[in-house]
T-cell receptor, first 113, second 116 residues
Framework: AQSVTQPDIHITVSEGASLELRCNYS??????LFWYVQSPGQGLQLLLK??????LVQGIKGFEAEFKRSQSSFNLRKPSVHWSDAAEYFC???????????FGKGTRLHILP | GAGVSQSPRYKVAKRGQDVALRCDPI?????LFWYQQALGQGPEFLTY????????KSGLPSDRFFAERPEGSVSTLKIQRTQQEDSAVYLC??????????????FGEGSRLTVL
């Protein structure tokens, strides 16, 4: 069965610092990979997605993620975080075998002024 | 409306009561998902519709949970004889794509259910 692991429950970074959120997936088929963000009181919003092709994908709000098949990872990065980036981030995986999209447990990002 | 609308936003039920949660997806969206999000957890898949057809209900935790989308638009998630472990935020998401695994999911703000 497919699964997603986000090893970090909480991450704290200073405003202006770089960010990397980790995501590892487990799935035998070709994965479709996603990052979603959930801000307080708001619904989840798609940041970026990977299906095929270039393994470095660009998303909204200055985020990017890199698919590394050998490491089964899809880490999210941002060169310089802003206070407004404080939120919960979810990695998710789908596949061409079924119609589910499975989410990780999330990483809560805290920003220090 | 422009986005996915869920109602009620908050529901408090006594243990044993039945509840119904409504989802109004974005007009024209083919795929519709229900997820359950417990406090501090990620969304857990419950069920998936393509138009009016319920193609996957493998995530429904028990036969007390029932979902329908009779006309391929609005969907209702019904929970019978609610238990305390049903307390969670229930998220609805819709997608324009027929394939539920590839499209961008647009989420509603959720319905927070508290069972006393």
């Amino acid at each position: 069965a497919q699964s997603v692991t986000q090893p970090d429950i909480h991450i704290t970074v200073s405003e202006g610092a770089s960010l990397e959120l980790r995501c590892n997936y487990s799935y035998g088929a070709t994965p479709y990979l996603f990052w979603y963000v959930q801000s307080p009181g708001q619904g989840l919003q798609l940041l970026l997605k990977y299906f095929s092709g270039d393994t470095l994908v660009q998303g909204i709000k200055g985020f990017e993620a890199e698919f590394k098949r050998s490491q089964s990872s899809f880490n999210l990065r941002k060169p310089s975080v802003h206070w407004s980036d404080a939120a919960e981030y979810f990695c998710a995986v789908g596949s061409n075998r079924d119609d589910k999209i499975i989410f990780g447990k999330g990483t809560r990002l805290h920003i220090l002024p | 409306g422009a986005g996915v609308s869920q109602s009620p936003r908050y529901k408090v039920a006594k243990r044993g009561q039945d509840v119904a949660l409504r989802c109004d997806p974005i007009s024209g969206h083919v795929s519709l998902f229900w997820y359950q999000q417990a406090l501090g957890q990620g969304p857990e898949f419950l069920t998936y519709f393509q138009n009016e057809a319920q193609l996957d209900k493998s995530g429904l935790p028990s036969d007390r949970f029932f979902a329908e989308r009779p006309e391929g638009s609005v969907s209702t998630l019904k929970i019978q004889r609610t238990q305390q472990e049903d307390s969670a935020v229930y998220l609805c998401a819709s997608s324009l794509d027929e394939a539920g695994n590839t499209g961008e999911l647009f989420f509603g703000e959720g319905s927070r259910l508290t069972v006393l």
